[in-house]
């Protein structure tokens, strides 16, 4: 087993990190930067593909110096990266041809009604366990090509690739174009079924095979970069969301986890067939390792910890996400004001692409920390909202929550959830569990860890939050939420 550490490349939707880990999973070093958000339209987000690849390389350079490592160092790189944002670039000269459209845009709304009045929706949803909504990559990658002059005809002809984020930075890191399984399955375009990407889906989207990456199971090595010095084997690429529940050692049917991230993603692992829901949650391919699928179920909520960036950088009422929780805890409740955080429409179980954020309930008595208190505890209702739509899919009680993910670390804001659910909520010693997923899959690729059992070993608590409530309190703001939902709605 050559190098001491595995690095983990998160790429997330602000912000890009690097993380070592050592053979016991804990972290030796981290470094984090924030790249511009672009909205060049209401509802309308874009990412600068070359600042993503840029702020990445420069985080994972950091993280050597600071633990004095070099290439000889690092046993493997695994990637995790946000999923469904969208990059198209020149095969010869890797320049991008547009900026990242990311996960979060709505400009592909009309197009995606289109599809589902031509009877589409269907078809999408039984080939890929997904439904037609402008989240998913498939429609970016069209208007890449309606809007971009030449680049329909230059696809056509192999000369562009496509990719999500991890294999833009697998392409700027070992010049290889490939992606995993879990990120695949995100596309609209890749078959679940037969881990394939689908003919009849890209004819529908109008987009050519020839410009799609070959899809791998989640580990094994997809190819060696020298950006870091020395060569170092790029050994695993997934989703972060799937990346999240196996660095939460969720590796059993029925594990469950919930990341608060920018947005909220709840994922319960389904194991080797997937389960179709019934109430607007997703079928995924959680990852691949040999030639052996996982598949889960996902909720989405797409804007969890971005509403608390919000109060910072547009209201202007809390100067750091931080303070949010002292903030929030000098009032004992939200005083009735609901914030419904639908920004870029609602998530499942509504699919409401066109629902756009409100704030109900106010009176001449709500101040600054009720609102605050308010956007915290819309990331608890919209959590709840999924889980309650999983167990009713799955006929299972789930008896627990794992959470992982920046938010989780405001202790009000997982009490409230713990009381919100009637479960308890538990928290690892590592909430990293997005880039350790990622570590772990790199890790058993080339041998750094021996297996599943000793990966579940590494996973420890740190705190289980108890719920406090009755359930008449309970039904009681489930009901008050469920009302301004009501009033969000199109």
């Not at 984020?165 to 992606?179: F, M, P, Q, R």
């Amino acid at each position: 087993m050559a190098g001491k550490y595995v690095l983990a490349l998160d790429q997330g939707t602000t912000s890009s990190r690097s993380i070592l880990f050592n053979h016991d999973g804990a972290i030796v070093t981290a470094a984090s930067q924030e790249f511009p958000q672009v909205y060049p339209r209401p509802g309308w987000v874009e990412h600068d593909p070359l600042a993503i690849w840029e702020t990445q390389i420069a985080t994972a350079a950091a993280v050597l110096e600071r633990a004095s490592a070099g290439p000889e160092d690092i046993a493997a790189i695994g990637i995790t990266n946000q999923r469904e944002t969208t990059v198209v670039w020149d095969r010869a000269t890797g320049q991008p041809v547009h900026n990242a459209i990311v996960w979060q845009c709505r400009r592909t709304t009309d197009t995606c009604e289109r599809l589902k009045a031509a009877g589409l929706e269907d078809e999408f949803r039984k080939r890929t366990g997904l439904v037609v909504d402008a989240y998913f990559s498939g429609t970016k990658v069209k208007w890449i090509l309606d809007h971009v002059a030449g680049a329909r005809e230059r696809a056509e002809r192999g000369e562009l690739c496509f990719g999500t984020i991890d294999s833009w930075l697998l392409y700027n890191l070992a010049g290889v174009h490939a992606t995993d399984y879990a990120n695949a399955s995100r596309t609209l375009m890749f078959n679940i079924h037969e881990r394939a990407w689908d003919p009849l889906l890209l004819e529908k989207l109008d987009v050519p095979a020839a410009m799609l990456p070959e899809a791998r199971p989640s580990s094994g090595v997809f190819g060696v970069t020298k950006a870091l010095g020395g060569e170092i084997p790029v050994a695993a690429l997934i989703g972060d969301q799937q990346s999240a529940l196996f660095g939460q050692a969720g590796f059993n049917a029925n594990d469950c986890k919930n990341t608060y991230g920018t947005g909220c993603f709840l994922l319960m692992n389904t194991g080797a067939k997937p389960v179709v829901s019934e109430s607007g949650l997703l079928t995924t391919i959680a990852w691949g390792i040999g030639d052996e699928v996982t598949y889960a179920l996902e909720g989405s909520v797409f804007v969890a910890g971005a509403v608390v960036q919000w109060l910072r950088d547009e209201l202007k009422i809390i100067d750091s996400a931080a303070e949010s929780e002292a903030v929030a805890a000098q009032v004992p409740d939200a005083n009735g004001v609901h914030l419904v955080p639908a920004f870029v429409g609602l998530g499942a179980p509504y699919w409401d692409m066109r629902a756009r954020g409100t704030i109900t309930g106010l009176t001449r008595g709500a101040n600054r920390a009720h609102i605050v208190r308010a956007a915290l505890e819309s990331i608890a209702f919209q959590s709840a909202d999924l889980v309650h739509t999983m167990e009713k899919d799955t006929a299972a009680h789930i008896p627990r929550l794992k959470v992982d993910g920046g938010a989780c670390a405001n202790n009000l804001l997982m009490q409230f959830q713990a009381d919100l659910l009637g479960i308890p909520v538990v928290r690892g010693k590592t909430i990293e569990t997005t880039a350790l997923g990622a570590a772990f899959l790199a890790g058993l690729a080339v041998g750094f860890w021996s297996g599943l059992d000793e990966l579940a070993a590494i996973w420890r608590l740190d705190r289980a939050f108890e719920p406090a409530w009755d359930p008449a309190r309970r039904e009681a703001a489930l009901a008050g939420w469920a009302d301004a939902v009501r009033r969000t709605k199109s």
